[in-house]
């Protein structure tokens, strides 16, 4: 995007050129933002926009004009729902953007300033919270009855969505006063926060829309948008929504009844008895180097989260200081928004790779111009398959949105028509594969293009081996991917076992490899020979054979032969194996190549204890179904899902009437309230243990 720099020197003439352009623009982008919920374009880059105007508006005062962009917050109510006019406006806050400690520092000194505190005064005490990008709801309870949600609107006029609002589950419908110290209900209180989508919540309700063949959402904070503008409360309802909440609206006056309250961390403890979710993460800071501190701890665990944040906010927690500060036009200036890295950017697609995965999967790969997006560089984003890429259009050449948010794979998210090159060639996926040139086939009914190479196809090859020696295989230590490249690009190992044949000579002959280095893979292959049944059959790459299905065959047959001989109706007897999995296992073992493989890596002396069935350890959570959400004080999931599954137990990814647990963590999501809807019982890490140990 262009944006005028020397405009300051130009005249008023070539400024309201810009102007006019760029007001146009940023009010196209707003309309789609706000009354769409699809935007064509980043906030970075609409931000950009918006910066270049107020530039250009600061230099030339006698042009601003009360319907420029710059003069209003937020978007028009959609006629479709009725109009609210908010009690209390609805503030925005000022943004710190500057990605550096120095957001904090500075804010910390306005505050200083403002309140005309000498040097030697204490340090002030904030109350940093996470900034959640979804949307901003107010919710009205009179006499602790919730009667209306509206959203921030402009502002000042915001949209009545009740209706879907008390279609989320976390939200109270009644404050909960019964909790033994909680406040009386007011006779009229707003209670202000953020609506947003989870992330594995928006991952699945997109693989939903893919699998249906419809388009998917941007963002999850489109995606919540888009649920609670839904006009129809019933699609509404299927749209999983969260919520926080972090502050108040109007409020009946201490002398008419209402509640008082001191600080602003007094009142999110209030929040939280009365049954609204506010996040653990808000926490009390003095003064500048407990706000840099806390900014560099969330930015730290910022991908790790289950929902997206755009940064963090920071309040003075007293009340009676927020109220001796008041208003810069509508920004309280005891608050300021302090951001990380944006999660989305514009970049040009350089070129659509199309990338071969372990079972053959042909994944168009849009290579891009390098790009800082929530915060690492990326080069290369995820296209999922040939209908996604052809629905969002994306062409080499293009200007498109990439988003990287959390570990998931940064993806194209859309393109910018107008950037379009004249002779930008449709996407369509090579007939062959890539790699091996064996052709590329699609299914009946499967999005996905395969190679049909099978082993045969280097690519596979290469995935295949990475696969047996990952962490939860077998675990071959240092072997990465750059250099099973080189081992089967020169074409020292074609197949598993010829890893185990590997000498110190054929390594330490290879590029950049030290004798040291060498001797370290020699080491690691041959610790990796002493392994477990259900490592070695997850290892082996059998298709729709995860870790959980490898163990549950190991547990049930007790010994691999058993395994390679059962038939579909045997594999069927095994829990939690149905028919398509059972038919894979059987095919698999029944390729006269794979038994091949399987003797000769015994051959090469990879060994496990085997076992009768019956002697099994004992199994507390055998036949139970659980489900993690949230962070674990000290268990990673890995390590849950590891001590559930030894015990006999199973994870799943969603809650349902089946479930016997949900094991909930700090941030638990919508899976909480999924848990509560359906009386499933809400256990804590403690919980696990108390289970792990027999007890019920
Ligand atoms: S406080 C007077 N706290 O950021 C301050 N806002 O520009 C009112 N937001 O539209 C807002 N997380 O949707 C506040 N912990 C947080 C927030 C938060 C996200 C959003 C909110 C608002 C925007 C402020």
Same mark, same amino acid.
């Given at each position: ?36 919920? $699809? ?71 306005? #505050? ?165 979710? #506010? ?89 891009? $111009? ?45 393109? !910018? ?8 060639? !449709? ?38 081996? !990475? ?66 049944? @259900? ?43 149905? @028919? ?16 091949? #493989? ?28 659980? #489900? ?52 499933? $019982? ?15």
């Amino acid at each position: 995007m262009q944006t005028p720099d020397l405009f300051d020197a130009a005249p008023a003439s070539a400024a309201l050129a810009e102007l006019t352009q760029l007001r146009h623009l940023l009010h196209e982008h707003a309309h789609r933002y706000h009354v769409l919920d $699809a935007p064509t374009i980043p906030d970075a880059e609409y931000d950009r926009l918006f910066r270049a105007l107020q530039a250009i508006e600061a230099v030339h005062p006698e042009l601003v004009s009360a319907d420029s962009p710059t003069q209003r917050v937020g978007g028009a109510p959609l006629p479709a729902f009725a109009s609210v006019r908010h009690a209390m406006p609805m503030l925005s806050i000022r943004t710190e953007t500057d990605t550096e400690a120095s957001g904090a520092v500075n804010f910390d000194a306005r #505050v200083r300033r403002e309140l005309a505190l000498a040097e030697a005064a204490p340090a002030v005490e904030y109350v940093a919270e996470l900034k959640f990008d979804g949307l901003a709801m107010s919710l009205r309870y009179e006499q602790g009855v919730l009667v209306q949600a509206a959203t921030r609107g402009d502002g000042e006029l915001g949209e009545d969505v009740t209706q879907n609002i008390r279609t989320i589950g976390q939200i109270p419908l009644r404050l909960d006063t019964a909790a033994p110290g909680a406040l009386p209900a007011p006779p009229v209180i707003e209670v202000r926060g953020e609506v947003y989508m989870g992330r594995a919540d928006f991952e699945a309700l997109n693989e939903r829309q893919r699998t249906a063949s419809q388009k998917t959402f941007v963002n999850p904070r489109n995606a919540a948008a888009g649920a609670v503008r839904q006009l129809d409360p019933a699609i509404a309802a299927q749209r999983p929504l969260s919520f926080f909440a972090y502050g108040l609206g109007e409020v009946t006056p201490a002398e008419a009844g209402g509640p008082v309250f001191a600080s602003h961390h007094g009142l999110l403890q209030t929040l939280k008895t009365w049954g609204f979710p #506010v996040s653990s993460l808000a926490s009390i800071a003095l003064g500048a180097t407990e706000l840099v501190a806390y900014y560099e701890r969330i930015a730290r665990q910022r991908d790790s989260l289950p929902f997206d944040i755009d940064g963090v906010v920071y309040k003075v927690n007293s009340l009676a200081l927020q109220q001796r500060m008041g208003f810069v036009t509508r920004e309280p200036r005891w608050a300021v928004a302090h951001k990380f890295p944006a999660q989305e950017q514009l970049t040009t697609v350089l070129s659509i790779d199309v990338q071969v995965g372990r079972t053959g999967k042909l994944t168009p790969v849009a290579k891009l $111009a390098p790009v800082f997006v929530g915060g690492v560089t990326v080069t290369n984003a995820t296209l999922h398959n040939e209908d996604e890429a052809r629905r969002k259009d994306v062409r080499v050449g293009d200007t498109v949105v990439v988003r990287r948010a959390g570990d998931v794979i940064p993806e194209v998210v859309s393109m !910018l028509p107008e950037k379009r090159l004249p002779d930008a060639m !449709l996407f369509t996926m090579p007939a062959q594969c890539p790699v091996c040139g064996s052709a590329a086939v699609r299914e009946e009914g499967e999005a996905d293009h395969r190679c049909s190479g099978g082993l045969f196809c280097s690519a596979q090859r290469k995935q295949a081996i !990475l696969h047996f020696a990952q962490r939860r295989a077998v675990e071959v230590e240092g072997l990465g991917d750059k250099l099973v490249d080189q081992l089967v690009d020169s074409g020292i190992i074609r197949t598993l076992p010829d890893l185990y044949r590997l000498g110190l000579t054929s390594l330490a002959a290879l590029d950049r490899m030290a004798d040291k280095s060498a001797q370290n893979i020699v080491d690691a292959l041959q610790k990796s020979k002493q392994t477990t049944l @259900p490592r070695f059959l997850f290892g082996l790459g059998i298709r729709h054979v995860g870790e959980a299905t490898a163990k549950a065959l190991a547990k049930h047959f007790g010994g691999l032969d058993a395994i390679m001989d059962a038939s579909v109706d045997g594999l069927l007897a095994v829990s939690d194996v149905g @028919p398509v999995v059972a038919q894979s296992i059987h095919t698999f073992f029944g390729q006269p190549h794979n038994r091949e #493989v399987v003797a000769q890596l015994r051959a090469c002396g990879l060994h496990w204890e085997e076992g009768a069935p019956a002697e099994r350890k004992p199994t507390p959570l055998s036949g139970k179904t659980l #489900v993690i959400t949230g962070t674990l004080p000290t268990l990673s999931r890995d390590q849950a899902k590891d001590l559930i599954e030894g015990a006999g137990g199973k994870v799943a990814g969603s809650v349902s009437k089946k479930t016997h647990y949900l094991l909930a963590g700090l941030e638990a999501g919508s899976k909480l309230d999924k848990a509560r809807e359906l009386g499933v $019982a809400v256990i804590d890490e403690n919980g696990l243990k108390e289970l792990l140990n027999g007890g019920t």
